[in-house]
């Protein structure tokens, strides 16, 4: 957190400090208590500095009045849920994605690492970025024209400080980007530049296609920054053009190989088909990189089920009042709740790195109406919009032919339905294969192998988008992990030489 209590008078911006401080004091009720600590006044004031909820001791007095009239929180109430927040010179406090203290250290840890560096183009949510971290990398940049897609990265990516994080069009600062990274020399661009021209393929070149110029900034900025490698993930389509993409990168020094990979592959619980791009200006043979990311999938052998991405998680029902998603409950969910105690299995354990958070992030049902609830009831496991069973109610049975797939109840024990940014306008593609409601933010997070701690921000709706356009992080890592294994070979070699 970053504000001044005197520019609280703007609207937007008391708005902003309301949510963050909301999103704080509710993940401090949902964690485990701690043994009791006595801070005094002072103590309680250089918390809240060291968190960025004030910013001079002065301040503490404003807030704590702002608190009680906006959350109705006493002052003792809230100085108890301060006092939860606790350093010291071995972890990071229990709610360090929200604390300065905690992520300057964590900047200055990652800035002394020798780890290899990417930047991230379009970066959405963050789910490549996250992949690529996983395996082993650090982040120099992240960019995306997308306000909640930078909300979401900067909150959920500590140690790259905001300062190079930025919500602006990518063109306005291609010419200067290397002047805005943080690290001198990058080893890796990554990142999926919408690219809709595929139907002139035949006509023109699609890096001259002017509904393609995110595209042709891409090639700009690998060609500005010249990293050794680059990894672009796009859909299936642009599958038709993969020639002239592989010209359009030879032309600026880098050899290009391009696959269709499944994340299902990956360990990721869909079946999610996109092209991926490796190009690399060290005269490597890029084949090689994908036939190591195939032989490390066939070794790993693991595919999960929508069962094993949802199951543990807390049972819901349908939100029942149409344009309230502010409204939350134990029946609805919540945006902020406490982490079910259950066992973790192999899949929830793989996500979350082995250990299990202590807060459960964007686990809340949408609203649905009378009409939906029942067709979402009287369906099976499997069951589309064309059957028998809700043909009386069914809304667009003149048009079966069109929207058999308007409606679909998942099946538990198979791959999920493609997440899809669709979502964000309803759910009645994903309906929960036992609950009468479609799937949650978190749910489709969980497919798409983000871990439960990774908070989606922005508004209800828009927490869908972001996760429907993500890269699935555990794919995003068998991606990462073998291109840094080409990189640590490609070095070891010139240091022999």
Known sequence: MNYNIKDLNDKKVKKSFLNEIKEL????????????????????????IEVGVISKQEELEAVLSLVDKEFHIPYDEFVSLISKIQHDETKNCCVYKFCNYCIDNISCIEEKDDKPVIVDLFCGAGGMSLGFKQAGFKIAFANDIEQS?????????????????????????????????????VDVVIGGPPCQGFSNANRQRIIDDPRNKLYKSFVKIVEKLQPKFFVMENV????????QVQEDFEAIGYKLHCEVLNALDFGVPQNRKRIIFIGNRLGLDNASIFAEINLQNAYLNRQFTLRDAIEKLPKLEALRVKNATNIESEESGRVIAKYPSLPLNHFLLLINSGSSPEILYNHKAR??????????????????SDDPKIADIMPYQSRNGIF??????????????????????????????????????????????FPDDYFFKGSYTKTYMQVGNAVPPLMSRGIAEAVLKSLKETELKSTNN
């Open 236 to 243: 299936q389509g642009m599958l038709s053009v993969a020639s």
């Open 25 to 48: 004091i509710n993940t401090l009720i949902n964690m485990d208590e701690i043994e009791k600590i006595q801070d005094d006044q002072k103590s309680i004031q250089q918390k809240l």
């Open 367 to 384: 609203y649905n109406n009378d009409r939906d609830i029942e067709i979402f009831g009287r369906m099976n496991q499997g069951d589309k």
């Open 404 to 449: 058999k797939d308007k409606y679909y109840k998942l099946i538990y024990d198979a791959p999920c339905k493609t997440i899809t940014a669709h979502m964000k306008f309803d759910c009645n593609m994903y309906i929960h294969p036992t609950q009468a409601r479609g799937l949650t933010p978190r749910e489709a997070a969980r497919v798409q192998t």
């Open 149 to 185: 897609c930078i909300e979401t990265y900067s909150f959920n990516h500590p140690e790259l400080p905001k300062e190079y994080i930025y919500h602006e069009d990518i063109n306005n600062i291609i010419e200067e980007i290397d002047e805005r990274i943080r690290y001198s020399e």
